[in-house]
């Protein structure tokens, strides 16, 4: 079946623009994740959604970044100002179960590779 | 608060040799832990987990142990190939996000 997918896949943005990354989760996942990787760096947790509830910002680095997921299945993370220090890749994962469960595997979609110039 | 500490690579084999990537957590609570492999161009791909102490995950010919005694997860494989050129992730499955190493990034020369 379809796995987790994100668009763009890249993303140039000339610094103080705002940008927009859509994730389709798996279809039927409860749980929606957004993750940050700087270059050479692991995934960092930015924030989760239980269906359309967002359970847990404490990740996201500032308040230009904001997520939404309004009727439970599509997110989109935006960003608004950009600055270089934004760029990376956005990763977004899903997972069939809610609750926050220490056991559930997260499938990660692609990413987006954002650069702001 | 929870972290994982996976060994700095980049590490290069040959092919055919035995590999072995450290990793080591701190955490609170019973975490699952995951390792995730990524190859170039691509995503993140699970590529085995377990959920509790002794547990051993394998997939693909790798192997991974959860020492809580240790708190280690390091991964193994007996022979690796040139296809299994990538980075390496070791995970630790808390409650509502995944805390990721650093990666390990793992080339094979034929």
């Known amino acids: 079946g379809a796995g987790v997918s994100q668009s763009p896949r890249y993303k140039v943005a000339k610094r103080g623009q705002d940008v927009a990354l859509r994730c389709d989760p798996i279809?039927?996942?409860?749980?929606l994740f957004w993750y940050q990787q700087a270059l050479g760096q692991g995934p960092e947790f930015l924030t989760y959604?239980?269906?359309?509830?967002?359970?847990?910002k404490s990740g996201l680095p500032s308040d230009r970044f904001f997520a939404e997921r309004p009727e439970g299945s599509v997110s989109t993370l935006k960003i608004q100002r950009t600055q270089q220090e934004d760029s990376a890749v956005y990763l977004c994962?899903?997972?069939?179960?809610?609750?926050?469960?220490?056991?559930?595997?997260?499938?990660f979609g692609p990413g987006t590779r954002l650069l702001v110039l | 608060g929870n972290s994982v500490t996976q060994m700095e690579g980049p590490v290069t084999l040959s092919e055919e040799a035995f590999l072995t990537i450290n990793c080591t957590y701190t955490?609170?609570?019973?975490?699952?832990l995951f390792w995730y492999v990524q190859y170039p161009g691509e995503g993140l791909q699970l590529l085995l987990k377990?959920?509790?102490?002794?547990d051993k995950g394998s997939n693909k010919g790798f192997e991974a142990t959860y020492r809580k005694e240790t708190t280690s997860f390091h991964l193994e494989k007996g022979s690796v190939q040139v296809s299994d050129s990538a980075v390496y992730f070791c995970?630790?499955?808390?409650?509502?996000?995944?805390?990721f190493g650093i990666g390990t990034k793992l080339q094979v020369i034929p």
């Open positions: 994962a899903s997972s069939l179960v809610g609750g926050g469960t220490y056991q559930e595997t997260q499938y």
């Open positions: 279809s039927g996942h409860v749980s």
């Open positions: 959604f239980q269906n359309e509830a967002q359970l847990d």
């Open positions: 955490a609170t609570g019973y975490p699952s």
């Open positions: 377990a959920t509790k102490a002794d």
């Open positions: 995970a630790l499955g808390g409650y509502q996000k995944v805390t």
